[in-house]
């Protein structure tokens, strides 16, 4: 059983462009949550997602983050107009039901120049 | 807002020397985990405790849940070069839609 997978693992975008992380739970999990995570830094909760649904985005900026979890194929975290704020690490992370243990990908290091 | 607080987020100890360290949160928890994450490396879960006064073993790790549920400790016994990393705590409040704090980690170092 493969664990979550996430591409990619090393991103570099410029100023202004667009970032898409991508995400894999585990299979049979349906909850994938998303963290943002800075040097010597806790995770910070961004957004929780079932099936096409979003649970909650409480943590999740709003204006230029947006997440989805479509009925077929990966979870994708979408970040336009980057900016140099962005840099830092996105994990991924997915249940098998809500309220259990989560599993974490390896992440995607997002580097803005 | 609800914070799960680690305090202090670096620790050195001896190689052999026992470690502990808490957490505690502001609000009532349904349940706290536990996680360790390597330099360069991923959160992985280590532990789950969802009762009042939980206490659970995993070989030179203890975990404990306060009878309050609003704090949690770990202790480890005798350290290893093994044990280094940043360990998490993480809470979920009741009806907070699964969602888990985390606090911001102690990062542990062990001199051999």
């Known amino acids: 059983n493969a664990g979550v997978m996430q591409n990619p693992r090393h991103l570099v975008r410029r100023r202004g462009q667009e970032a898409r992380l991508r995400c894999s739970p585990m299979?049979?999990?349906?909850?994938v949550y998303w963290y943002r995570q800075l040097p010597e830094e806790g995770l910070k909760f961004m957004v929780y997602?079932?099936?096409?649904?979003?649970?909650?985005e409480s943590g999740m900026p709003k204006e230029r983050f947006s997440a989805e979890f479509p009925k077929e194929g990966p979870s994708i975290l979408r970040i336009q107009q980057v900016v140099r704020g962005d840099s830092a690490a996105y994990f991924c992370?997915?249940?098998?039901?809500?309220?259990?243990?989560?599993?974490f990908g390896p992440g995607t290091r997002l580097t803005v120049t | 807002g609800q914070q799960v607080m680690q305090i202090p987020q670096y620790q050195h100890v001896q190689e052999g020397e026992d470690f502990t360290t808490y957490c505690n949160s502001s609000?009532?928890?349904?349940?706290i985990q536990w996680y360790k994450q390597r330099p360069g490396g991923h959160p992985v879960f280590l532990i789950q405790?969802?009762?009042?006064?939980e206490v659970k073993k995993q070989k030179r790790l203890t975990f404990q849940f306060g009878e309050a549920k609003k704090n949690s400790s770990l202790h480890i016994t005798a350290t290893q070069t093994t044990d280094v990393g940043t360990y998490f705590c993480?809470?979920?409040?009741?009806?907070?839609?699964?969602?888990?704090?985390f606090g911001k980690g102690i990062t542990l170092s062990v001199r051999p």
């Open positions: 992370a997915s249940s098998p039901v809500s309220g259990n243990e989560q599993y």
């Open positions: 997602l079932q099936k096409e649904n979003i649970i909650d």
């Open positions: 609000t009532t928890l349904s349940n």
């Open positions: 299979k049979g999990h349906s909850h």
């Open positions: 993480a809470g979920e409040i009741a009806g907070a839609n699964s969602k888990l704090t």
């Open positions: 405790l969802v009762k009042s006064g």
